[in-house]
């Protein structure tokens, strides 16, 4: 999963190094509208939906909260 999750990363932003741990979000390799559209491709990858409320910065600072977000709305690790 943590594979697929750099890949569509590196699709919205190919500029950056996603497999590092960092915050995505504080270190401005992620701006709002590129979390819009990692939800958009989320949702259509896993085939979820990903509850507005759950649409937080933190839920998209690293490659482990993105993983624990997409558990919490169902998808099998």
């Given amino acids: 999963m943590q594979q697929q999750i750099i890949n569509i990363l590196r699709e919205i932003r190919p500029e950056f190094d996603f ?3 960092i915050n995505f979000v504080e270190e401005g390799m992620l ?13 259509e990858h ?13 839920n998209f600072a690293t490659i482990d909260a993105i993983v624990n977000l997409l558990i919490n709305n169902g998808v099998k690790p």
Avoid: R
């Fill in 19 to 21: 497999s590092q741990e």
């Fill in 31 to 43: 701006d709002s509208f590129d979390v819009v559209n990692l939800v958009t491709a989320l949702d």
């Fill in 46 to 58: 896993f085939h979820i939906s990903i509850d507005g409320m759950d649409i937080l910065p933190e």
